[in-house]
């Protein structure tokens, strides 16, 4: 597999991951412990080769920018790191991300983050700024050696390093963030070796993605995000599941419901019995895979993907890797196993087995607007009006 050179270990084990998300959609903001907890209860689908977190509302007083969060090899990376970042964005402020000593977790890298907004003789339009933000990323994983960002979205932040999830959570103390998602991940490498920045999750913008299982449709998927400008550096197949929603959700438009249906389609032979019936949305799906066939996902594979206005759960078309979903009150919970989901909530109003290729997907009743052109244009808009 092409990729970046990376400091890591070559060791690779086939079995299981686990996974666990928790959203409340009323947007009420959690502690990072018991996403923790839920993730210690999954240590045995893990082995210590990786384990990570994405966390969403984390940055209130920043949330007008972008957080890049970066892992350098050294000083050097660094450097030529922030001579790219001065020369295509305006810096508010950067700083170490707080770590502490903990046991399971060895030597790390330099650990950064910075808050960010493009220059304003950069972008023109909304759009052009969100592009911007993924092309410089591209840039700086492809082309600077040592240096890694791997989370790039506003008010949200990826957390991952070699080590259980467990112990992971702990070393970047998400017992003292706050967030309303959380998603967590406990790696077991089945074709890619472990390291820090092959850790899950895979992030681009607000997006963030776990993974339980192996994408075989690797290549002809990756040949197909380049073309639309995205660039797998990150030496795993599971990097090209967090770029097809960008692709789908953000640059073409389409419907969650409808982007999962993309990603894992019906059977052609399950599209000609819905003909039979005369159901509508058969021509739907084999249009889509008629469009999208180049992006459609094969293999074993759960994923749970978070973003600024929701959580999502995505099982394959034959669902060969577990996934369970529960609700609590205004909580929605997804985890590769029940027990993850009783640990942080004993009580639940409901439990199902989301079926193959079905979508579970949480929404916040007051969604986020992240785009701050628009907010720009609409307090200047009051300003027009009082005046």
């Not at 009323?26 to 240590?43: N, Y």
């Not at 759009?127 to 949200?156: L, P, Q, R, Y």
């Not at 073309?227 to 959700?249: H, P, Q, S």
Request: proline share 5%; hydrophobic share 40%; aromatic share 10%.
């Amino acid at each position: 597999m092409e990729g970046r050179k990376y400091r890591g270990n070559y060791r690779r084990n086939i079995s299981g991951c686990g996974l666990a998300g928790m959203m409340s959609e009323d947007g009420r903001l959690m502690s990072g412990e018991p996403i923790i907890r839920a993730m210690e209860v999954l240590h045995d689908r893990a082995n210590g080769l990786g384990g990570g977190f994405a966390a969403y509302g984390i940055y209130p007083h920043k949330k007008e920018f972008y957080a890049l969060h970066i892992m350098y090899d050294d000083i050097r990376a660094k450097e030529a790191t922030d001579v790219l970042l001065d020369e295509r964005f305006e810096i508010d402020s950067e700083e170490t991300i707080p770590t502490r000593k903990t046991p399971g977790i060895g030597k790390s890298p330099l650990l950064w983050r910075y808050f960010v907004t493009p220059k304003a003789d950069r972008c023109t339009t909304d759009t052009c700024e969100e592009d911007f933000v993924i092309d410089a990323v591209m840039h700086i994983n492809e082309k600077v050696e040592g240096a890694f960002i791997f989370s790039s979205g506003k008010n949200m932040g990826a957390f991952k390093a070699v080590g259980f999830p467990e112990d992971v959570g702990r070393f970047y103390r998400l017992d003292e963030y706050e967030a309303y998602t959380w998603i967590g991940h406990g790696r077991f490498p089945t074709n890619t070796p472990g390291w820090w920045g092959g850790a899950h999750p895979f992030t681009i913008l607000d997006w963030a993605l776990v993974h339980n299982g192996e994408i075989s449709s690797y290549g002809i998927n990756k040949r197909y995000l380049e073309m639309f400008g995205y660039k797998c550096t990150m030496l795993t197949d599971t990097e090209v599941g967090a770029y097809a929603f960008d692709l789908l959700l953000r640059k073409h438009k389409l419907p969650v419901e409808i982007a999962c249906k993309v990603l894992s389609a019906p059977f052609w032979d399950e599209i000609d019995r819905m003909k039979e019936k005369g159901d509508p949305m058969a021509d739907v799906y084999e249009k889509l895979r008629m469009v999208y066939g180049s992006i459609l996902l094969n293999g074993p594979f759960a994923f749970i993907v978070g973003h600024t206005n929701g959580m999502i759960g995505l099982a394959d078309r034959v669902k060969l890797r577990p996934m369970i979903a529960a609700r609590k009150d205004d909580m929605l919970y997804i985890a590769s196993e029940e027990a993850a989901i009783r640990e942080i909530s004993p009580e639940l109003d409901r439990v199902w087995n989301p079926k193959a290729g079905e979508p579970v997907i949480g929404r916040l009743k007051n969604p986020v607007n992240n785009n701050s052109k628009a907010k720009v244009k609409a307090k200047a808009k009051v300003k027009e009006t009082v005046a």
